[in-house]
């Protein structure tokens, strides 16, 4: 019953950016507080027509991909889908990294966790990761850096930003570059596994829970 | 020769390392710390004064003087109109002596040649008219009792001489009865007296009048000299009671301009025209004092509204460890192991703290406080400033350096305000530098010693030639509508400048700005507090 609840709450978080996006592009304040009446409702339609704009571009780039990677075969990452769902975690809070991996491992997860971006993208060349998640703001390089690698290099990988600031330009940029999906800071454990576990059925893994 | 400190404590990553270092001195302006007289005790203090206006003063004044010349006038007039009077009483006095020498005449060559004696009696007669007509006159001068005497040894020579031609004379040339005789002789005793009367009279007369026309000589000289007097009081008056304030105000708007807001203090016993301008005066500059306050707490404001934006993304990072760990705790807490727990309650009691800190520099900065002049080491300040926009500095990917000079005095200042000094100027250049860079805090005392040389050095955009004068205006800004209020500058100088200090600007478009704040070493403190004098004192 509540996981059933958090697994919607994970769903909706894709499609809250994508309404800011929307209220962005539209010219309005972040989600249009100041909004009244029949403005609402137009700048609404608005919202979710781009949202489905949105949506349609990142499903045909994933489609793409999915064509790219069924003709090209061999890519850079090694075999893609083991017997668990592989996760790299990559944030530079060593708590971050020390609870999730806790968290994950214990429902049969193979985590790897990093805190410095490079040696992070070094060890995407090396092993294939199911699912990267990672912090988007990192001194050096940040999350959307390592999307654009991930999205460059791993074919079957799926990427999860965890976001604490991030602006409406950065979330665009990230959901059009690919990302499967953001998670606000602060989260709970089973937030994460709950979008972790989209991103997995998306793979084709069956449920991990 | 490069020493290293250690990084500021706390979890700021961006706070400077700081390299000690000597030399490199900047130039330094001298100007004092001005003395705090409270302007509600200089305004009091202006009040309190009796009040004499100094129109009153002046009114009183002139009115003196032309009562004094009007008087001159009265007097003159009235001394000129006796002096006439006394001249033809005079000329009276005169004239009735010479009667009484021709009766006399007549009396004698009666009794010598046995002339006719009509001619004395006509001229005893002349004299009674001129007595009859003068008579107040002669009264006023020698009294109503001499007065009466007079006309009676007149009345007694005149029936003297009445007598006398009753008598029988024969025509050849007879012997002089014993009647005769006796008459010629009272008439000769009564005409001495008479004569020597007049004569007296005469005399007294002529003195009276020599001596007031010695008495009305020097009166005018007298009023004159006195209204000259008058006249140079009220010219030093007007000087010292309207020119020499005047002055003064001119001094004290001079040392307003260049935003010395002390109040004015007269050193007037009374209190005048002057007292309401300057009571005018300090209550602009209170006013003025106000605004800029309001200026600074507005812009306090933004900048509080800046970090806020950075604290609450920094807050997010702590309360995410917390938020994951307690509910791993919870999830797990019975399969944990004890030191698994432990070191998972450790870390919740680590982050807590970490975000108690993060939110107390902010809390700290924005708190509303009074103004409290401490000394302070520059230093200190400058970190404490670079703690709380840590935030902001990660977020635009600057580097800060700092390089301090070994040994450097401590400064004398209002804490909070000097961090919203540097705290602009390092959200200013963080600003100018949109694609990340350096900044560099250099501080270092000044060649005199006399003040602490705080420089920020960006490598960020620069500022135009002809914008530099212009940064340091109210409301100047080359940011967006939403981004810049162009207070930060001149709240900065502001507050710079009531510290004693300046602030000093130096550019190049493209390479980048440096902002150096000069502020005034602290000396003894008590030394500081009341220091220092209006200038115009
Ligand atoms: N370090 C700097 N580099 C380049 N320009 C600067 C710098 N500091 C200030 N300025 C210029 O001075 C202007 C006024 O600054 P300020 O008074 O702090 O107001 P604001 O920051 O709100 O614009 C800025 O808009 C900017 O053009
Ligand atoms: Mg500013």
Redesign the pocket.
Known sequence: MEKKEHKEKATTQFDDWMIRIAFAEAGEPEMGFRLTGSEIERKTRLALDKIMVVRSERQKAEGESEVAANLGGEGVAAEPRGERLRVMVLDDEPIVGRRLHQALSKQGIEVEVFEDPRSAIARLGEAHFDVVVTDFRMEEINGVQVLEYVTAHCKHTRVILITGYATVEVAREALVKGAFDFIAKPFKPRDLRAVINKAALSLGFTTIE | MNSRTPPAPGHAPASAVWTARAGAQPPASSRAVSAEVSPDEAQAALQERPSLSIRRQLSVGFLLSLLLTLALAIVSMLMISRIIAKLAFLEAATNYTFEIQEARRYEKNYFLYHTDLSGALEHVRSARRILDEEGRNIAAVIGQAGFDTMTGHLKAYESLLSRLPKMDRGPAAPRETSAETQIEGQLREQGAQIVAVAEDLVWKERNSVNSMLAISQPVPVAFLGILILLMVYLATFISKRVLSPLNRMMAATRRIAQGDFTPLVLRRKYRDEFSELAMAMNHMMHQVVYRQELLVTTHKLKAVGTLTAGVAHELNNPINNIILTASLLQEDFQELDREKCLEMINDLVAESERAQKIVRNLLDFARESEVELESHQVQQVVEETLRLASNQIKLAKVKVEGIVEEHLPPIYGDRQQLEQVFL?LV??AL?AMPEGGALRIKLSNSEDREFVAVQFEDTGIGIPKQHLREIFDPFFTSKKAAK?TGL??SVSLGIVQRHGGDIRVESEVGKGTTFTVLLPVAKVPANIGNSSEAPDS
Request: aromatic share 0%; net charge negative.
């Open positions: 602009n959200l200013n600003d810049g930060g500058l």
